[in-house]
């Protein structure tokens, strides 16, 4: 089966940089995906890293090492709409996409 | 030209009844995943279906629950003899195909309350 890993909450004043780290454990590692959601809302992708190295896209980036089974999220400029949960998930070639229990981002003015 | 619809967007019933979720995914979209959120919760799988087949069914938290897929398109999950634990965000998502590289687009979920 698969495990993920990553923090419950983070706070952080608007304009500032939030990194959300996530580490996995799975058989058969395809890929490393990054959602967000909005309180009541529908997940949306954010990103998507299949092999090692930053993948950068507008002020968020997100990074993956394959030997390490760990990536990370990380959110530039802070803005009051980026208050949200953030779930990585992890693909695997069982073609489950299994999901972490989310990070809840809050941002203060 | 929509996204992924799924109804009703609410739904309470009574403890012992059936309920029937529906979910309409993205024209052309291979892949289709059903997915449940408990309150303040990660999303926690329960099946997918490749075309209409699903090949794992190892999710479905028992055998109160059942899913299908008709013609590469809508799907709906049953669950039988409802029970309150049975209470959560149901999710469904489509993709265009099962591979990883494929983001998933979510539905906004129906909230089912199980009185």
């Known amino acids: 089966g698969q495990s993920l890993e990553q923090p419950s909450e983070v706070t952080a004043v608007e304009g500032a940089i939030v990194q959300i780290n996530c580490t996995y454990q799975t058989s058969g590692f395809y890929g490393l995906s990054w959602y967000q959601q909005h309180d009541g809302g529908a997940p949306t992708f954010l990103s998507y890293?299949?092999?090692?190295g930053l993948e950068e896209t507008g002020r968020f980036s997100s990074f993956l090492s394959r030997s390490d089974s760990y990536g990370y999220l990380l959110l530039q400029e802070l803005q009051m709409k980026d208050s949200a949960s953030y779930f990585c998930a992890v693909g695997s070639n069982d073609y489950k996409l299994s999901f972490g229990a989310g990070t809840t981002v809050t941002v203060r003015a | 030209g929509a996204g992924v619809s799924q109804s009703p967007s609410n739904k309470v019933t009574e403890k012992g009844k059936d309920v029937e979720l529906r979910c309409d995914p993205i024209?052309?979209?291979?892949?289709l995943y059903w997915y449940r959120q408990r309150l303040g919760q990660g999303l926690e799988f329960l099946i997918y279906f490749q075309g209409n087949s699903a090949p794992d069914k190892s999710g479905l938290p028992s055998d109160r629950f059942s899913a299908e897929r008709t013609g590469e398109s809508v799907s709906t999950l049953t669950i039988q003899r409802t029970q309150q634990e049975d209470s959560a965000v149901y999710l469904c998502?489509?993709?265009?195909?099962?591979?990883?590289?494929?983001?998933?687009?979510f539905g906004n979920g129906t909230r089912l309350t199980v009185t």
């Open positions: 024209s052309g979209h291979t892949a």
């Open positions: 998502a489509s993709s265009l195909e099962v591979e990883g590289t494929s983001p998933l687009h």
């Open positions: 890293n299949a092999l090692d």
